[in-house]
């Protein structure tokens, strides 16, 4: 099963890498285009611009006969809708699916957000769980400023830092969700932590994995 990954930034390719892992029946191909996270935080959102961008990358997936499509980067998540327009593949949002599964659990939750232009995605990704899980879903979202930029200058300690205060900094939360890919190497901080605290890597790629079953062009039994 070929899984198609689309990057707009580096730090989002090793923790797909490592969710990966526990799906042997897939393999991963990453397709990067940092220019889409660049123009996302000069325009403070996704411009027609950047969308044409990503669906040139979904054409690359489409000529390497990808089976599916997994958004790493949360800013294009209010648009996959129309992303899913442009291809037959079926399209997951990383972020969608740990935030859906987090509403299923909990009612109260802390999201952190660790790349500015992400802070409206996820709150859209937040309205979504509302009317499609449960409408008391109660997130409070913080931003670990610098977080990102620490990661991009391979300062992995400092962003592990910043998301681990971001974190810390929620009161009376039944759960954490570190809302980006980028953020699940902090997870060593996390260990001893009083409360869950959910990422989505593995998540969005078992999401995946079920549509494309769904799809029903992979013989994919006794995979999961």
């Known amino acids: 099963m070929k899984i198609a990954v689309m990057n707009a930034t580096k730090v989002s390719i090793a923790p797909v890498d490592l969710a990966a892992k526990q799906f042997p029946e897939v393999q991963v191909f990453h ?7 660049w123009l996302g935080k000069q325009e403070g959102g996704i ?27 949360t800013i294009f998540s209010p648009y996959i809708d129309r992303l899913q327009e442009c291809t037959k593949l079926p399209v997951v ?75 810390a900094s929620f009161r009376d939360k039944e759960a954490i969700v570190l809302s980006q890919m980028s953020q699940v190497r902090a997870l060593s901080l996390f260990e001893d932590y009083p409360i869950p605290v959910m990422t989505s890597p593995s998540v969005s790629l078992g999401m995946l994995i079920e549509k494309i079953k769904q799809n029903g062009n992979i013989d994919t039994s006794g995979a999961l």
């Open 31 to 37: 397709f990067m285009d940092e220019g889409m996270s």
């Open 47 to 73: 411009s027609d611009q950047n969308i044409n961008r990503m669906v040139r990358l979904i054409r690359s997936a489409e000529e390497l006969e990808a089976d599916g499509i997994l958004l790493s980067c």
């Open 93 to 167: 949002a990383a972020d969608i699916g740990v935030f859906e599964k987090a509403a299923q659990q909990y009612r109260k939750i802390g999201a952190v957000v660790s790349f500015a232009p992400t802070l409206e995605s996820v709150a859209w990704v937040v309205d979504r769980c509302r009317q499609r899980v449960r409408s008391d879903f109660d997130v409070e979202i913080h931003f670990a400023e610098g977080a990102m930029e620490a990661a991009a200058a391979g300062d992995e300690a400092k962003h592990n830092q910043l998301v681990y205060e971001a974190a």
